[in-house]
């Protein structure tokens, strides 16, 4: 019996069979190479990771990431990019604002970014989305903000064409009382519009509006604190809601952010800006060209009034500040109803008191129409004047579709005695 042939793998060196054409052990490391080298490279059907992995945590927060696995932008501006994050210790959601990559390079940029964050920080309204973090992760700065759920005014708009009458005034009454709260930290908001204010619906049919960015904020003339970093004479906002004098490149205060509300409102009431087209034509518009009152057909009087004192080219003769407006708009709301007409002057001279008489009920499209939520008016003990509220709850009492009539407002200015006529008698 003859001894059976062995060879030597020239590769390796291991004794190989006679019976084999090929070495198994070279064969078992190319096939785990070629495994190796095959789940490296990013198949078609695998979301592709983010090019710089340091950017999906900031900190304690962690940058939310959609089905394709890339993370959840909520907005692009001037300075940043707008992140939908969750706070890792104390689990909730967050929005994160981290500086435009193009700008980590650019110290006058980071002193922009510091002193925009530092200023919505200053600011603390319900009707301004708060700050409550800022920090730094490696070459990026960041601040963390609150997450408001809801939607953007732009996507409101988008979707329905226009607003109600009614939604439209107490959009721009919450967005207003939020920028009494900037004026109050002596800053200028310079974009307002609807992209940079959100609306939700609160838990039986009333609504909340919060101003969302403060990304170009900046202190007014001979505010105390840091001096404004922007560079002078530039442009800062967006055509479409921008002051004149904002193109102007002269300093601003608040009236500016007016301006915009007023802007922000008559796209809010028409679905379309006051005025379109290039940012030249725009900003050309903005500074000379009279109001295309046409477009404000199907808009009531006091309000088209309220829109040529928000919308008047020269600063001086426009609303002067958010109280003063907020002062404005319960007249305003009391014409409307009455079917009487106002002028510019008359708002001028309303007394301050009336801006606490606001009485706002929400559309039947946004909130369940057996709810009520009002803001009385101060009285005496008798319902004297109150004739609009008894009978609304008159209705309601008689609507056997209505469960539950709330009535919010301040201590002592009537809620008991508003319901006594409709207190059952028996004692019950």
Request: aromatic share 6%; with cysteine.
């Amino acid at each position: 019996m003859s001894a059976q042939r062995q060879s030597v793998c020239p590769s390796c060196g291991q004794p190989l069979s006679g019976t084999l054409s090929f070495c198994p052990v070279c064969l078992l490391r190319d096939t785990l190479a070629d495994e190796e080298a095959d789940s490296a490279e990013p198949s078609e059907d695998t979301p592709e990771a983010p090019p710089d992995r340091r950017a999906a945590r900031f900190e304690h927060y962690e940058l939310q990431t959609a089905e394709d696995g890339k993370p959840i932008e909520l907005g692009r501006g001037a300075m940043g990019i707008t992140y939908k994050a969750f706070d890792i210790d104390l689990q909730c959601p967050v929005t994160l604002k981290v500086i435009s990559e193009k700008y980590l390079g650019d110290e006058s940029a980071r002193l922009r970014f510091l002193r925009e964050a530092r200023a919505a920080a200053s600011v603390r309204h319900p009707n301004v989305a708060s700050v409550f973090h800022l920090g730094r992760s490696g070459r990026d700065y960041f601040y963390a903000m609150e997450f408001v759920e809801g939607e953007t005014l732009e996507s409101l708009i988008k979707r329905f064409g226009r607003l109600e009458m009614k939604l439209a005034l107490e959009i721009t009454w919450q967005v207003a009382s939020g920028l009494a709260g900037i004026d109050k930290q002596k800053l200028v908001h310079r974009d307002i519009k609807p992209s940079n204010i959100m609306v939700s619906l609160e838990e039986g049919g009333a609504i909340t509006a919060k101003i969302i960015d403060l990304g170009l904020a900046k202190p007014t003339a001979g505010a105390p604190g840091e001096a404004a970093i922007s560079t002078p004479g530039g442009f800062a906002g967006t055509p479409e809601f921008a002051s004149p004098e904002q193109f102007a490149g002269v300093g601003v205060d608040i009236r500016s952010d007016l301006y915009s509300l007023g802007a922000t409102l008559w796209e809010t009431l028409t679905g379309r800006a006051p005025f379109r087209g290039s940012p030249s034509e725009v900003m050309y518009e903005h500074q000379h060209a009279r109001l295309p009152l046409e477009q404000l057909r199907d808009v009531a009087q006091p309000v088209v009034v309220l829109l040529e004192a928000l919308l008047e080219k020269n600063p001086a003769r426009r609303i002067r500040s958010p109280a003063e407006l907020l002062k404005a708009m319960s007249p305003i709301t009391s014409a409307i109803e009455a079917g009487r007409t106002i002028t510019n002057q008359s708002l001028q001279e309303i007394p301050l008191a009336h801006s606490r008489t606001l009485t706002r009920r929400w559309p039947a499209r946004l909130a369940p129409e057996r709810i009520s939520v009002a803001r009385l008016p101060i009285t005496a003990s008798s319902v004297f004047g109150r004739e609009e509220d008894v009978g609304f709850l008159d209705a309601a009492w008689a609507n056997e579709h209505v469960n539950v009539v709330t009535i919010v407002a301040w201590a002592g200015v009537g809620k008991s005695t508003l319901c006594q006529p409709l207190a059952p008698t028996d004692g019950r």
